[in-house]
């Protein structure tokens, strides 16, 4: 019977044991700065050390039959399978990367262009407008007989000149 505690208790001490060494890998992974076919070779040569020595203690036969070679070579092929998951995934990320950096500098020089083309039109409209109320200025003044007085310079003074606007009616401007 205390034979039999003893053991439960060993055991309970192994899972316990197990548990922190599991839950506390994720931390020392975050920490190295190699490759993850590495690091995940050189978790199982550890395991594969620490397997081997308990087998050892404990006096299990070691044994190489084909169950343990395929499963070997299926862990060998998981492995290698996420290493091509992996570079697959990086190839694709970096595509995506490439077409939206291109996406956004086409974005950008279309933008530019845009706002090149209204500044253009918008200095081509005003110029316009500037045009006609110079030529309809000169036709009030052709009309009115030039008794207009020409515009004074401005004086040297603090404050700032005042503005005249003159509106004329759409009858006035056909005339």
Known sequence: MENIERKKNLAILEVLLCAALW??????????????????????????TVVF????????PFAVNR???????????????EQEVIRVARARANEMMASAQAKSDELKRLAGKYADDVLRT???TVTAAMNQVHAQRAAFRSVAGGVLPQAQPAQASSRA?????TTLSSKELRE
């Not at 020595?53 to 299990?60: D, K």
């Open 53 to 60: 020595f308990y087998m050892r203690v404990r006096r299990y």
């Open 161 to 165: 000149p005042e503005a005249r606007i």
């Open 67 to 81: 169950h343990s070679l395929f499963s070997a070579v299926t862990l060998c092929g998981t492995m290698v399978e």
């Open 122 to 124: 918008t200095e081509e």
């Open 23 to 48: 839950s506390t890998a994720g931390i020392f992974i975050k920490l190295l700065p190699w490759n993850s076919f590495v690091i995940s070779g050189v978790r199982s040569a550890i395991a594969g």
